[in-house]
């Protein structure tokens, strides 16, 4: 398949007060063409930085990309400047935000705010704009898309207006559509209908989608390929089915097993991950979980863990797969989901050390 | 069967009353809470379930109905002792653990605000280690009594507001989305010290929120909330094996589960009311269509129901 993204240890800091924030450390992953990579992780965890760093969206000064490559189209884009990324963005790559309330501009008809990318971007005329914007709209799914276009933002509620979002992000046909939780400030049957559309749309236009939520269950939905992000770094990457019945990393078994299921009338007790997410002014030496990690070993507090490789596809950065590690059981919440998954390596393979 | 804490009686908060953008925000709903359980509230944005607590701890003033609190109505005249009084049985957490605290007072001065207003500490000493074993039971400790709600991060201010709900020694809590702004990690974390200080302490809760699968993991039972009205009310575990209202069915069949396998086959089903197709003569009201299952249906809805009910 065609590689359509490729970033390479991407490093991000901001600079504050307090001293440097290192909000990215060292994030790699690639991204297919009609791919969905979704990226999970708390507040913090630089999933959000990460996508924004990937339109350069992200204020400079103070933010600064220290290091690394993002390759898009075999491109890289980290060194094109302002005018130059003005042609990507909305054309190339585009963008839904997670507020629809407030990513609209109040003072400009919907219609309007998509005939801008189209006549920017694709150098329509005005009308031919106008009748593309009406058929966009019908196509997310707003009925009576005639009157709608001369509508304003504050006549339309908020799954309608993240409906009109996601047309502006479409109308230039993108390649690459970034998802930074879409779907977080609607209710749950809004949000069925916006994930279905999505990936109507996606087999439609074959774009591919960066999905970026901290609902697992979003992301079972949606999510071709999954990237666990902890403290500015992808501890655990794999396939969606990797990720949900084949973890390695005791953060994700963290986060799956502190979700109630639906299907299990027992009420025992939730499996909390304790603490909370570490200050990246000054990272932790070693493991950054490990100060919350039930299963960290001496060695986590002192040295950086390396990424293995257990699958053709799935990566984990622990010092659990080390063939010196003692075996341990995840969480039983998890172990219930756990399942032999053919494409696993009999060994998991060291693919890079750690910092 | 358990004591009746609280008993609503055909609830009503209309907002705009007399103008033409009129809004039945709650409109007429009955259900009674039991002492020492979890009643679960869910519903969309706007359906009004927020409301519901809110007139229930009389922010609100209702616009008709009763609310019985222990046997005595929460709305209506009161002198101010009495209201004190009631004020210290039931309290309230609320969503936002940022724009719930006071920016200005310590946290010290937080929790121990209603122990003032109450007058609950003999002696500033006495204040203080209240305050301090507020502070341990929820989790924090000691030296954080003198930091401002600045100094902590989101899972540990819904634990300050927790602390001050706990402070003057309620009976029934309200907690209107305590989770819903915090991180997956830290819900999970939040939501077990209120089990636990529900073993502890016996308190008895109304938990109103979103998302349905932690509500069914807290709950003991479920109330559905749709446009202003009870649309469904049973058990936990009987309202997700038996959903019975088509709007309960269409919300449950709409959570995202944490299973790629179930998500790829997944039916989401959508609810429109008028598949009800109620005429005039229609006694719409809430029907038990099996033990302490309730639906808001129509006589003829409810004989098919009760038909379709598997036990």
Redesign the interface.
């Known amino acids: 398949m065609e590689k359509i993204l490729e970033v390479k240890d991407l490093e991000v800091s901001f600079q504050t007060y307090g001293g440097s924030v290192k909000a990215v450390r060292g994030v790699s992953f690639d991204l297919h063409k009609g791919e969905t990579l979704a990226i999970v992780g ?2 913090g965890s630089g999933k959000s930085v990460t996508s924004q760093t990937i339109m350069k969206l992200i204020p400079m000064p103070p933010g600064k990309i220290t290091g690394g490559q993002i390759l898009f189209n075999g491109e890289d884009i980290v060194p094109k400047t302002d005018k130059q990324m003005q042609k990507i963005r909305g054309k190339e790559i585009s963008m839904i935000f997670q507020d629809p309330m407030t990513s609209l501009n109040p003072t400009m008809k919907v219609g309007y705010q998509i005939m801008e990318v189209l006549i920017k971007h694709q150098n329509m005329s005005k009308q031919a704009a106008k009748a593309r914007a009406i058929e966009l709209l019908s196509l997310v799914g707003i009925p009576m898309p005639e009157r709608r276009v001369n509508q304003y933002p504050h006549e339309f509620s ?1 799954g309608m207006r993240q409906r009109v979002m996601i047309a502006i992000a479409l109308a230039a046909n993108p390649k690459l559509l970034i998802a930074d939780e879409p779907t977080t400030a609607l ?6 209908q916006i ?2 559309l999505m990936k109507d749309l996606q087999s439609k236009m074959d774009t591919s989608i960066i999905f970026i939520t ?8 949606v999510a071709d390929r999954v990237a666990v992000m902890y403290a500015g770094q992808i501890v655990e990457m794999g396939t ?2 990797e990720i ?2 084949d973890p390695r990393h005791p953060y994700t078994w ?3 097993a ?5 299907d299990n ?1 027992d ?1 025992a ?6 603490g ?1 997410p570490p200050d990246l002014t000054n990272p932790p030496k070693g493991d950054a979980f490990a100060a919350r990690n039930n299963y960290a070993l001496a060695i986590d507090f002192e040295e950086e863990p390396p990424m293995y490789q257990i699958s053709e596809t799935h990566f984990a950065k622990t010092w659990l797969l080390h063939p010196d590690a003692p075996k341990v059981e995840p969480p039983d919440a998890v172990k219930k ?1 756990m399942r032999q998954l053919s494409s696993a390596f009999k060994q998991p393979v060291l693919v890079k050390e750690g910092n | 069967m358990a004591k009746k804490l609280l008993e609503i009686k055909n609830l009503k908060q209309h907002f705009n009353i007399g103008k033409p953008n009129l809004v039945k925000a709650v409109d007429g709903i009955t259900f009674d809470i039991y002492k020492g359980e979890t009643l679960g509230l869910v519903g ?2 706007g359906c009004g379930k927020s409301t519901t607590g809110r007139t229930i701890i009389r922010l609100y003033d209702a616009t008709d109905g009763q609310v019985l609190f222990s046997g005595e109505d929460v709305h209506g005249k009161k002198s101010s002792k009495e209201l004190k009084n009631f004020n210290r049985k039931m309290q309230m957490i609320f969503q936002d653990p940022y724009a719930s605290l006071n920016p200005r007072m310590t946290v010290a001065d937080i929790i121990a605000e209603g122990i003032d207003i109450h007058g609950l500490a003999n002696s500033k000493k006495d204040r203080m280690e209240r305050v301090y074993q507020l502070l341990e039971t929820v989790g924090l400790n000691k030296e954080h009594a003198n930091r401002y709600p600045h100094e902590f ?1 989101g ?2 201010r819904q634990r300050i507001g927790i602390a001050r709900a706990l402070a003057v020694e309620p009976d029934f809590i309200i907690a209107d989305e305590p989770i819903s702004a915090l ?7 939040v ?2 010290l209120l ?1 636990k200080l529900q073993r502890e302490k016996g308190l008895t809760y109304l938990f109103i929120a ?1 998302d ?3 509500v ?2 807290i709950s003991d039972r479920i109330g559905v909330m749709y446009f202003g009205k009870l649309v469904e009310l049973a058990t936990a ?1 009987d309202l ?1 094996n038996n959903p019975m209202h088509p709007y309960t069915q ?2 449950l ?8 396998d ?2 790829r086959t ?1 039916k ?1 089903k ?2 429109d009311p008028k598949v009800h197709n109620y005429s005039e003569k229609d006694k719409v009201e809430m029907r038990e269509i099996a033990p302490g299952h309730f639906v808001y249906c129509s006589e003829k809805e409810a004989n098919q129901y009760k038909a379709q009910y598997v036990k």
Not at chain 1, 187 to 192: C, G, K, N, P, Y
Not at chain 1, 214 to 221: K, R, S
Request: hydrophobic share 35%; proline share 6%; charged share 20%.
């Open positions: 708390e507040s908020g209710d749950v049957t809004i949000q069925a994930l279905d901290h609902d697992l269950g979003v992301v079972a939905n969606v089915d949900f019945y963290g986060l799956l502190s979700m109630p299921s639906l009338d009420k007790e939730l499996a909390a991950i304790p909370t989901r | 969309e944005s991060s899972g540990q991180d997956v990690s830290i819900q999970a974390q939501v077990n089990k979103h349905l699968s932690m069914k993991y575990e997700y269409s919300l069949s709409a959570i995202p589960l944490p299973d790629p179930t998500e997944r989401r959508s609810y």
